[in-house]
């Protein structure tokens, strides 16, 4: 048997438990999220940023083409770290949803609500026969009528809200480190700071501003906002 | 025949003007509401902005109107954020073109006028059928034929915008005074690069 005895083929079905109540394929879809780009939310009183590294593995790739932080809608960014496509994906679906939250109720998704609905998805995933796992887990963030929002969706269809967090490869490592220096209070352009130092601390890359990909949404103007080049260079100075 | 008759409801109530003037479409439309000869409400808001740079007038059923703005502004908001690339005018007006026509033997009871700014401004004339017609001016709604007259002796290219909102304005104020389904003001728009800006005039100049 090439298997050993504790785990007998338990990974081959999606939905069939181990004897010590693991689901393989799910647990392997967390490793996936593990290899991704790190990325960064931070949640303070004036508003939430989503920052992300784009560190280049490939010299010909057009890195200004890559997109690792999203809008949802006018109030909510997104970023993913793990399969790209199951991210595109799901970000997809939760454009709709948003659409038509819109036209069926005139007003804003609630960005619980949103992240509620896509980890719904995402646990019918780790249920059904014949389909896998999303490799992928989501940093959900915007302003809503409660005011500023942040949420973490994994594959196996949990989600938490977060003061500041982190996916990816360097999720552990940063989210010591914001640990020790996040603080309610603080200005969004601090946290935004603290998002890109966090990243450029823990990549194994020297990042310049083209391999950070940041998008704020403020509490007062609750419109998603992508930052220029420009932004993120000087934001890189106050390091 | 029922197409005909279709038309002229939604022909009824109401007289609404387009125009493109220099860097920026004029809207303008009146504020009554009828339900048969009964007045039944006197500061409608005929002139209904989608998206940012664009706004549409609508004649014949406010149902069906708000329904279809409605949808409008979602694809608008939708396809910005997934393209990543501002949605124009032509589009939007062949979006709802595509659904005025898919429910062609059921229609929505309106005429529409579509103005925007793209990269320059843009007006489209649309019909309860989904026809989509590219034009300088435009007018709709029972008092279009008046509306229509003062439009086609007072409209020039390449007018400055101030003027062809004057002239979008008198175009409703004298369908105002010959038609009775007309009336209680007028409300006017300027679309140019910087955005919608908004007017309301009396009912008499």
Redesign the interface.
Known sequence: MAFSPAMMGYDRALTVFSPDGRLYQVQYAFEAVKQGWSTVGIKVKQGVVLAAEKAITKSLVDVVSIEKVSAIDSHIAVSFAGFGGDGRILIEYARQLAVSHRLTYGEPIPIEYLTKQISDLKQAYTQHGGVRPFGVSLLIGGIDETGPQLFKTDPAGQYFGYFATSIGRGESAIEEKLEKSYRQDMSLEDATVLALKVLKESSDQELKAVNFDVALVDAEKKEYRKLYLEEIESLLKKI | MAFSSMEEKALHGTTTVGLVARDAVVLAADRRATAGTFIAHKRTKKIIKVGDKMALTTAGLVADAQVLA??L???I??LT??RRQPVTVREAAHLLSLILYRYKSFPFYVQLILGGYDSSPKLFSLDLFGSVLEEKYAATGSGSPIAMGVLEEGYREDMVPEDARKLAVRAVQMALRRDSATGDGVDSIIIDKQGVKEFSDPILP
């Open positions: 409605d949808w502004n979602a694809q908001r939708y954020i997934t």
